[in-house]
């Protein structure tokens, strides 16, 4: 994967990760409401569903986490890769 590359991956796992948040925030939001009308039934679909919500970002962000080490480490070994010499 070139760095280019890589930076577009990021990129789009950072935005999945934005709006997986956004998401995670508007269903506490409606959970919370519905809890205080006196509605207890949809706290544990709620919970369970905001736990793969977790699971998701926790995997995108592992995700990020290789793509960046794979792409440093292929800087460094391209700069640390011995040039031929040339000889006039």
Do not use: K, N
Request: proline content about 6%.
């Amino acid at each position: 994967m070139t760095r280019r590359g890589g930076l577009t991956a990021l990129d789009g796992a950072i935005a999945l990760i934005a709006i997986l948040l956004i998401v995670q925030m508007w269903l506490l939001t409606a959970t919370l409401e519905s809890y205080l009308a006196g509605h207890s039934e949809p706290i544990l679909p709620a919970a369970i569903i905001s736990g793969l919500i977790f699971i998701a970002c926790a995997g995108l962000f592992l995700l990020i986490h290789r793509i960046d080490a794979d792409v440093r480490s292929r800087e460094e070994r391209e700069v640390s890769a011995p040039r031929p010499e040339y000889l006039p």
